[in-house]
Structures are given as C-alpha cells and as structure tokens.
C-alpha cells in the first residue's frame, strides 16, 4: 500500500499527528500486513506538506525543555484531489505472484535436500502463524471495522490459505525427493518446445508491469 494514500485516507476520518498515524496504523494490524517503516512514514508526511496535501491544523507545545512542539496536520483540498486519485489508481493495479519462493524454485534441485525441507517447514509454520492471526484479528474486529477493512484482513487469509496449499505441496516434494530430479530434453523435444513457445507468444503476448 502507498504510504501516501494510507496518510492521507487516515486524515480522511479526522486531524492526526504524524505519532497518532503510526499508532493508529499499529492498532489496525496494517504493519503486520504491508512493509512500513517509521522512517517513510515521517518522510511521506514531510512530503505530502511540502506538496500542500495537507497542512497543520493545531500546533500543541509539549511540557519539557528542548522537547520540539506537536503539529496536528489536516488534510486540504487539494489533498483530498490527490487521495481520490491514488485510490483509484490502487485500483488499478494488477496482482502478480510475488512470493519470495518463486525466484529460488527454478534453482532449488542444486540445494541440499535437508536444508531445503527444514527452510520449507519453517515457512509452512510462518505461514500457518500468518493465517491464525488474521482470524483472530477478524474475529476480533469484524463487527466493527469498516466492511473494506474486514474484506481486507478476509483477502489475506484466502490468499494465506493458497500460499498454505502450494507450501504443503512443495514439502511433499522436497521429502519424496522429487523437487530435486533434473530432466534432459531430446533433440526432438527442444525443437518442438521452440515452435510451441513462438505460438505462445503470438497468442499471449506479455502485459506491461504494474508501476506500484
């Protein structure tokens, strides 16, 4: 998710400080969900008020000496243009699986079979973890957060399902020893993958990268 458009969509409900955001963010589970650092967070707000997407609504002095003020921000006008625009264009992003797995499998059968199975077990247990947590956050909170919300924390666990599916799949493999066989192509098999793979092309033709 755009650190930009989770600022902004928090200042939708009402006037924050950057603190509050962070706190917020926390309390709704989304740091467990999407990469967010504090660092970004503060920078992105930086940003959005140099860009004029939000500005300060109440400055509060903190008790204590040397201790810097507290700035509450608000969203503006043209911020609220800008949160409906990354909203959309959220929208219009495409899924594509991006599981950190999926560039080391074609490469997996020169690993070492053990090691393998034991990192595969461990991703199968985070991944069942993943799945324990978000229904009970669900359950939780379904009742009352914003239906987006629960159909969010919802979307995670059916895809947490499917990563369980494929994760229980490949540690058959691993065991019986099959993930590790290697197969040779026949002159005639290469030559008959080389046409195939020209007509694939010409009927499925590669769609541009999403820009996230």
């Known amino acids: 998710m755009s650190m930009r458009l989770m600022i902004l969509g928090l ?14 963010i926390k309390l709704r589970n989304w740091n467990e969900s999407f990469k967010l650092r504090d660092g970004s967070l503060y920078y992105a707000v930086d940003q959005l008020r140099q860009d004029g997407l939000i500005e300060a ?13 507290k700035t509450i921000y608000r969203i503006t006008d043209k911020g609220r243009e800008a949160f ?15 599981h950190p797995l ?58 947490g399902e499917t990563e369980k599916a494929w994760l229980e799949r ?15 192509m026949t002159p005639e098999q290469i030559e008959a993958y080389v046409a195939g793979l020209k007509e694939f092309e010409k009927r499925y033709p590669p769609a541009p990268p999403s820009e996230e």
Do not use: W
């Not at 200042?11 to 917020?24: A, F, G, K, N, V």
């Not at 540690?171 to 590790?180: I, Q, V």
């Open 11 to 24: 200042l939708m409900e009402h006037d924050r400080h950057p603190y509050e955001i962070r706190q917020t």
């Open 57 to 69: 609504a109440e400055v509060v002095a903190v008790p204590g000496e040397n201790r810097p003020d």
């Open 84 to 98: 409906y625009l990354l909203l959309n264009e959220q929208f219009k992003l495409t899924s594509y699986p991006q």
């Open 102 to 159: 999926f560039l080391a499998m074609p490469f997996v059968r020169h690993g070492h079979p053990g090691t393998i199975e034991e990192l595969v077990v461990k991703q199968l247990e985070a991944c069942e973890a993943r799945i324990a947590r978000m229904k009970a956050i669900l359950e939780l909170k379904g009742d009352i957060i914003p239906r987006g919300s629960s159909l969010m924390i919802e979307g995670f666990i059916q895809f």
């Open 170 to 184: 490949l540690l058959a493999e691993t065991r019986s020893g099959k993930l590790f066989e290697t197969r040779q």
